[in-house]
């Protein structure tokens, strides 16, 4: 699985609304800076000063503020004395030098842009600044807005908030198959044979959704097998998980000393790791159902 498909099988992520993912730090959109190929992120520092413009997004108002760059040299030039220039020669100015600009927020958006004047307010709570390269600017957030920047496949997996996010995780030791009778007549003091253990590598469910085993990461799927783990908890982070699917490693040999035996997400018993005959067992300690 790849980093996008793992984030989306996590409900926090696929359920999360259009605003709560552009809020997100991890926010990040792919876009084009004229010929270059640039991110697209909330800036860190909202500015003090803007050019503010009143513009349409396919005939919604939106106020569009573009703080000082030196990308703009022209109106970075005039910048200290902007308000003493005429309203057509400061739109003209932006329409010369910000067409990148203006093209990026177009293309983000989906939307054609079209300069009104300039705005008789500046920017409020309402106004999402993003920075690109040496360009910071303001756009009015609006449902249209959000639905076009905040989506699932811009939250960079990469970084650290994302990365650092825990995860329940289950070390699995062994699976096998036992009829409904055989289950039902599990007592306190019984031993199953655990034949994987020492030889078969431990695999890792995650969060009841991912299967982690030598191989990577697959989606987990509940065949009906019961399953001994560990009885201890444990967490594994989203970073990690990400990087068990690029570069699938083995799990080291696990031999815990409590154990649980689980069927559909319920703990059926609970017991230690012990030898039987030379093998390793589950010598049942308790039976469920158990929290």
């Not at 994302?162 to 030791?173: A, G, N, Q, S």
Request: aromatic content about 4%; charged content about 25%; hydrophobic content about 45%.
């Amino acid at each position: 699985m790849k980093p996008l498909e793992i984030l989306s099988a996590l409900p926090k992520w696929a359920n999360a609304a259009p605003e709560s993912l552009l809020d997100s730090p991890a926010w990040a959109m792919p876009c084009r800076l004229g010929d270059a190929s640039a991110t697209l992120r909330a800036a860190e520092v909202r500015p003090g000063e803007s050019l503010d413009l009143a513009v349409l997004l396919d005939g919604e108002r939106h106020l569009l503020s573009i703080a000082d760059s030196p990308r703009f040299a022209d109106l970075h030039a005039l910048w200290a004395t902007r308000a003493e220039v005429p309203e057509p020669i400061l739109l003209a100015l932006v329409e010369k030098e910000c067409g990148v600009l203006l093209q990026l927020v177009e293309n983000a958006v989906r939307r054609q842009l079209k300069v009104e004047g300039l705005a008789s307010e500046g920017p409020d709570e309402r106004t999402f600044f993003m920075q690109v390269e040496d360009v910071v600017f303001g756009l009015t957030r609006s449902p249209v807005v959000e639905a076009a920047l905040g989506q699932l496949r811009f939250v960079d997996t990469t970084h650290q908030s994302v990365r650092e996010e825990p995860l329940p995780c289950e070390t699995e030791v062994a699976s096998f198959v036992l009829s409904a009778a055989d289950i039902a007549s599990i007592a306190v003091g019984d031993a199953l044979l655990l034949p994987e253990v020492g030889t078969v590598p431990p695999r890792l469910v995650v969060d009841g959704r991912f299967l982690v085993d030598e191989n990577g990461v697959a989606p987990f799927s509940d065949d009906g097998r019961l399953r001994v783990v560990d009885a201890a908890p444990r967490t594994i982070s989203l970073g990690e998980l990400f990087d068990r699917a690029e570069s699938p490693v083995e799990e080291a040999d696990a031999k815990p000393s409590q154990l649980r035996l689980v069927s559909s997400g319920k703990t059926l018993a609970e017991g230690s790791l012990d030898k039987l005959a030379g093998q390793s067992a589950f010598v049942v300690e308790a039976v469920g159902p158990l929290p």
